[in-house]
C-alpha cells in the first residue's frame, strides 16, 4: 500500500516533469522567433550569426543542432557565404543521417518522452524534403562558387534522394507505427481493476474535425519538388558534356512540365533540350539567355493547435483532456511578382515554379495520421496518472495531475522556416548592355543588375517578406 508521503513525493514529481517540459519549449520558441524576425527583414548575416550560435558554432568538439544548422545553412546562402554555408549543410546532413541510424537505447528513450512528456525534448527528426533541400542549397552554392564538379554531385544525391522519397516515408512511416505499437496496445488494453477505459477512436474523430484544410490542399505527385528538379534540369542542361547529361535534364525538365505546363520558362527549356538531343540545335550556338530564379516570402509555420476532447473518456474522473498537434500556417509572399526591363523596355517577368508551401503539406499531410495517434496516445498514458492520481491522492493528487497534463501537453512547432514560400522563374534574352532593372509591385527602389559577360546567366534573387529589400546572386556559363 502506498503512504501519503509517497503519493506527495509523486506529486512533486509531476509538478518538475511540468516545470521541465516548460522550460525546454519556451527558450527555444523565443530563439526561433528572434532567427525568424531577422530573416524576414532581409537582415540575412544577422540570421545566419543567431543561428550558427544556436546551432553551437562550427566547432568539432561539440555537435551542432540539426534544425539550427538548416536555417543557418540558409540564410548564409542567402547572405552570399556560399563556402560556409555548404560546410554548414554537410554537417546537418551527417546528422540527418545519424539520425536515421540513432541506437535502439535512444529510440527507446525518445519513445518515452513523447509519450509521458512531448517530442520536444526528443532530437528535432527532418523531413524527406529537408534532405532534398539540403543537396539542392548544396548544389546551389556550388554554382555560385563555380564548383562545377561538386554542383554535379548534389544535384544528382538531390535528384536520388527524390526518387527514393516515397520509399524512405515508407521507412518512417514503418519506424512510426513500431515505436506507437507498444503504447497502442497499453492504451487501449481494458482496465475493469479501476474503470478508466478510453475511447480513442472517438478522440481521432474529434481531431479531424479540427483539421478541414487537409481535404482541401492539393499536393505534389510522389513527394516531387519542382525547384529541386528545375535546377536539376537547368544545371545538366548548360553543363552538358553528353547526351546522358542531357537525358537527365530532359526528363527533370519533363516532370517539372507536367506540374507547369503554362510556364514559358518551363516550356521553352524543355524545347531547348528536345532539340538539342536531336542534334537540331547545338549549344555554342544558342541564342544568349539569363534565368531569373526568385525565392519568394517564407514558407510555413508549425502553430498549436488544442483539441478538447469531450467524449475521450467513459467517466468524469480525469480533471483534463487535450491534445496538442502541429498546424501549418502558411505566410504571405513577399512580392507577387517581378518585372524584368532593360532600360525602359520590358523582357518579362517571373511566374511560378514551384510552391514549397505544397512541398511541405505534401509531407504533413501523408505524416498526420500518425502524429494523432502519437498525440491521443499520449493523452491515454497522461490520463491514466491523472485517474490514478485522484484515485490516490484525492482532490490534491488530481490538481498536480492535471497540471502536469496541461503543462506537457504541446505540439512540436520545430520547422525548417528559412524556406522560401514559392520559387518563381523568368526566362529572358540579356540586354545589349548586360544591365538588368528588376522591379515590382510594392518594391520602393528597383533592383539594377549587371550581368556577366557570358552566354548564359542564373540570377538568383531572394526577398523574404513584403516590403523588404531582395538581395541577389549570379553565376554565368
Same mark, same amino acid.
Given at each position: 500500500?502506498?503512504?501519503?508521503?509517497?503519493?506527495?513525493?509523486?506529486?512533486?514529481l509531476?509538478?518538475?516533469?511540468?516545470?521541465?517540459?516548460?522550460?525546454?519549449?519556451?527558450?527555444?520558441?523565443?530563439?526561433?522567433?528572434?532567427?525568424?524576425?531577422?530573416?524576414?527583414?532581409?537582415?540575412?548575416?544577422?540570421?545566419?550569426?543567431s543561428?550558427?550560435?544556436?546551432?553551437g558554432?562550427?566547432?568539432?568538439?561539440?555537435?551542432?543542432?540539426?534544425?539550427?544548422?538548416?536555417?543557418?545553412?540558409?540564410?548564409?546562402?542567402?547572405?552570399?557565404?556560399f563556402?560556409?554555408?555548404?560546410?554548414?549543410?554537410?554537417?546537418?546532413?551527417?546528422l540527418?543521417?545519424?539520425?536515421?541510424?540513432?541506437?535502439?537505447?535512444?529510440?527507446?528513450?525518445?519513445?518515452?518522452?513523447?509519450?509521458?512528456?512531448?517530442?520536444?525534448?526528443?532530437? @528535432?527528426?527532418?523531413?524527406? @524534403?529537408?534532405?532534398?533541400m539540403?543537396?539542392? @542549397?548544396?548544389?546551389?552554392?556550388?554554382?555560385?562558387?563555380?564548383?562545377?564538379?561538386?554542383?554535379?554531385?548534389?544535384?544528382?544525391?538531390?535528384?536520388?534522394?527524390?526518387?527514393?522519397?516515397?520509399?524512405?516515408?515508407?521507412?518512417?512511416?514503418?519506424?512510426?507505427?513500431?515505436?506507437?505499437?507498444?503504447?497502442?496496445?497499453?492504451?487501449?488494453?481494458?482496465?475493469?481493476?479501476?474503470?478508466?477505459?478510453?475511447?480513442r477512436?472517438?478522440?481521432?474523430?474529434?481531431?479531424?474535425q479540427?483539421y478541414?484544410?487537409?481535404?482541401?490542399?492539393?499536393?505534389?505527385?510522389?513527394?516531387?519538388?519542382? @525547384?529541386?528538379?528545375?535546377?536539376?534540369?537547368?544545371?545538366?542542361?548548360?553543363?552538358?558534356?553528353?547526351?546522358?547529361?542531357?537525358?537527365?535534364?530532359?526528363?527533370?525538365?519533363?516532370?517539372?512540365?507536367?506540374m507547369?505546363?503554362?510556364?514559358?520558362?518551363?516550356?521553352?527549356?524543355?524545347?531547348?533540350?528536345n532539340?538539342?538531343?536531336?542534334?537540331?540545335?547545338?549549344?555554342?550556338?544558342?541564342?544568349?539567355?539569363?534565368?531569373?530564379?526568385?525565392?519568394?516570402?517564407?514558407?510555413?509555420?508549425?502553430?498549436?493547435?488544442?483539441?478538447?476532447?469531450?467524449?475521450?473518456?467513459?467517466?468524469?474522473?480525469?480533471e483534463?483532456?487535450?491534445?496538442?498537434?502541429?498546424?501549418?500556417?502558411?505566410?504571405?509572399?513577399?512580392?507577387?511578382?517581378?518585372?524584368?526591363?532593360?532600360?525602359?523596355?520590358?523582357?518579362?517577368?517571373?511566374?511560378?515554379?514551384?510552391?514549397?508551401?505544397?512541398?511541405?503539406?505534401?509531407?504533413?499531410?501523408?505524416?498526420?495520421?500518425?502524429?494523432?495517434?502519437?498525440?491521443?496516445?499520449?493523452?491515454?498514458?497522461?490520463?491514466?496518472?491523472?485517474?490514478?492520481?485522484?484515485?490516490?491522492?484525492?482532490?490534491?493528487?488530481?490538481?498536480?495531475?492535471?497540471?502536469?497534463?496541461?503543462?506537457?501537453?504541446r505540439?512540436?512547432?520545430?520547422?525548417?522556416?528559412?524556406?522560401?514560400?514559392?520559387?518563381?522563374?523568368?526566362r529572358?534574352?540579356?540586354?545589349?548592355?548586360?544591365?538588368?532593372?528588376?522591379?515590382?509591385?510594392?518594391?520602393?527602389?528597383?533592383?539594377?543588375?549587371?550581368?556577366?559577360?557570358?552566354?548564359?546567366?542564373?540570377?538568383?534573387?531572394?526577398?523574404?517578406?513584403?516590403?523588404?529589400?531582395?538581395?541577389?546572386?549570379?553565376?554565368?556559363?
Amino acid at each position: 500500500m502506498k503512504t501519503r508521503s509517497t503519493s506527495s513525493r509523486h506529486f512533486v514529481l509531476l509538478g518538475a516533469i511540468a516545470l521541465a517540459s516548460g522550460c525546454q519549449t519556451l527558450a527555444p520558441t523565443e530563439k526561433m522567433a528572434d532567427f525568424n524576425q531577422l530573416y524576414a527583414s532581409g537582415n540575412y548575416q544577422a540570421a545566419a550569426d543567431s543561428a550558427l550560435q544556436s546551432a553551437g558554432g562550427l566547432s568539432t568538439e561539440k555537435q551542432p543542432e540539426l534544425l539550427w544548422s538548416l536555417q543557418a545553412g540558409t540564410a548564409l546562402t542567402a547572405s552570399g557565404q556560399f563556402a560556409l554555408s555548404n560546410q554548414v549543410f554537410d554537417a546537418a546532413e551527417d546528422l540527418a543521417k545519424e539520425e536515421d541510424t540513432e541506437h535502439l537505447v535512444r529510440k527507446g528513450f525518445e519513445k518515452l518522452t513523447s509519450t509521458l512528456v512531448n517530442n520536444n525534448l526528443n532530437r @528535432y527528426s527532418p523531413t524527406v @524534403y529537408d534532405g532534398v533541400m539540403v543537396n539542392t @542549397y548544396k548544389a546551389l552554392n556550388s554554382m555560385f562558387l563555380a564548383d562545377a564538379q561538386n554542383a554535379r554531385i548534389e544535384f544528382n544525391r538531390a535528384a536520388d534522394r527524390q526518387r527514393r522519397a516515397e520509399e524512405h516515408f515508407r521507412s518512417k512511416i514503418q519506424a512510426q507505427k513500431e515505436k506507437l505499437s507498444e503504447e497502442q496496445v497499453k492504451a487501449e488494453a481494458p482496465a475493469p481493476a479501476n474503470g478508466y477505459q478510453p475511447n480513442r477512436a472517438e478522440a481521432e474523430k474529434t481531431v479531424y474535425q479540427a483539421y478541414p484544410e487537409l481535404q482541401e490542399w492539393q499536393v505534389y505527385p510522389d513527394f516531387v519538388n519542382p @525547384y529541386t528538379d528545375y535546377l536539376h534540369g537547368l544545371y545538366f542542361m548548360l553543363g552538358s558534356s553528353d547526351k546522358d547529361d542531357l537525358g537527365k535534364a530532359r526528363d527533370s525538365l519533363r516532370r517539372v512540365a507536367g506540374m507547369n505546363p503554362n510556364n514559358p520558362a518551363v516550356k521553352t527549356d524543355l524545347q531547348v533540350v528536345n532539340n538539342l538531343i536531336r542534334g537540331t540545335w547545338r549549344k555554342q550556338k544558342l541564342n544568349p539567355a539569363v534565368w531569373v530564379i526568385f525565392e519568394n516570402g517564407l514558407g510555413p509555420e508549425i502553430e498549436e493547435l488544442l483539441v478538447p476532447i469531450p467524449l475521450f473518456l467513459v467517466n468524469d474522473k480525469v480533471e483534463y483532456s487535450q491534445l496538442a498537434l502541429p498546424k501549418l500556417k502558411l505566410r504571405d509572399q513577399a512580392y507577387s511578382h517581378l518585372e524584368l526591363f532593360a532600360g525602359n523596355k520590358p523582357l518579362g517577368k517571373t511566374e511560378q515554379l514551384a510552391s514549397l508551401d505544397r512541398v511541405v503539406q505534401t509531407e504533413f499531410k501523408k505524416e498526420f495520421p500518425y502524429k494523432v495517434t502519437e498525440a491521443v496516445i499520449s493523452t491515454i498514458a497522461k490520463g491514466a496518472i491523472q485517474y490514478e492520481a485522484r484515485r490516490q491522492g484525492g482532490l490534491a493528487g488530481a490538481l498536480a495531475a492535471g497540471v502536469y497534463q496541461a503543462a506537457t501537453t504541446r505540439a512540436d512547432k520545430r520547422i525548417w522556416s528559412a524556406l522560401p514560400k514559392e520559387v518563381q522563374v523568368a526566362r529572358i534574352r540579356p540586354p545589349a548592355n548586360r544591365k538588368l532593372t528588376i522591379k515590382s509591385p510594392g518594391l520602393a527602389e528597383p533592383l539594377e543588375v549587371e550581368l556577366p559577360d557570358s552566354q548564359f546567366s542564373i540570377v538568383y534573387i531572394k526577398a523574404s517578406a513584403p516590403g523588404s529589400q531582395p538581395v541577389y546572386q549570379i553565376a554565368g556559363y
